[in-house]
């Protein structure tokens, strides 16, 4: 079984002050950094020892620095499409600076489904972060194509040893990303009637899946081959596979 754990970056000082920090590049904040080597002496996250020796995380500092201090020593590789949403004219203002703008209060009123002049669209950021997962998850697979031809011509115990518990054992791989990659994959890959809207009693909507700064969600991957297909003509075409997230529990 194949885990993914998703991680929302710690605290900057931006979240403190509660403003939309979406395409700005802050950094963490002391308390940011205090909260999350709190949250990790408590045992919330993965182990060192259960996941895979690579962190995949958004570019953007923030999160960067999350990974770093969660895994010291774990090598971070950006992946492209998971940075957080671009706010527009909203960007690094909170409520009480915003409030009284007409324009706002109807952003609100939408869920966040209008567009402002110079916001992403919601479902271009969407789209865009699960393009960027399957593009990860597809590297995953075929890294684990390349270790299975390494280890036919391997010669070496320890090898061989180590490719046998990765076959048959559980993968767990650490995503540090946003708030709103998290929401934005749960939305669009999560899978319905085993999730935490379900659990939480809420209706299964966009931010039912935010999550608190340092905190996350655990799923596991399934492929879901039950999605029709459809030609130009409307007329049922076959099946396609497609990834599914199935939450398994939160962290945090």
Not at 22 to 38: M, T, V
Not at 164 to 174: E, M, P, S
């Amino acid at each position: 079984m194949i885990y993914i754990h998703l991680i929302r970056h710690g605290k900057t000082s931006g979240n403190i002050k509660r403003q939309y920090i979406g395409s700005s590049d802050e950094s963490l904040c002391p308390e940011g950094i205090e909260e999350l080597k709190q949250k990790k002496a408590r045992g919330i996250y993965p182990t060192s020892e259960e996941i895979e020796p690579v962190i995949y995380s958004s570019p953007m500092r923030r999160c960067i620095e999350t990974a770093k201090v969660l895994y010291p020593g774990f090598h971070i590789e950006s992946i492209d499409g998971f940075q957080e949403t671009d706010f527009g004219p909203f960007e690094r203002k909170n409520y009480e600076q915003l409030c009284e703008l007409p324009e706002y209060r109807e952003w609100i009123d939408s869920q966040g489904e209008m567009i402002c002049v110079g916001m992403e669209k919601r479902s271009s950021f969407q789209k865009r972060c699960v393009e960027a997962f399957d593009a990860l998850i597809r590297k995953i697979d075929m890294d684990s194509m390349d270790m299975d031809s390494k280890a036919a011509s391997c010669k070496t115990v320890d090898f061989m040893e180590d490719k046998q518990k990765r076959a048959f054992g559980d993968r767990h791989f650490v995503l540090v990303v946003h708030g709103g990659t998290i929401m934005a994959l749960m939305k669009e890959l999560g899978m319905e009637g085993s999730d935490i809207c379900k659990s939480e009693g809420q209706s299964r909507d966009f931010y039912c899946y935010q999550r608190e700064n340092g905190c996350g969600i655990t799923c596991s991957l399934v492929i879901d081959s039950s999605i029709d297909l459809h030609n130009s003509l409307g007329k049922y075409a076959g099946k396609k596979a497609k990834i599914r997230l199935k939450w398994e529990g939160n962290i945090g």
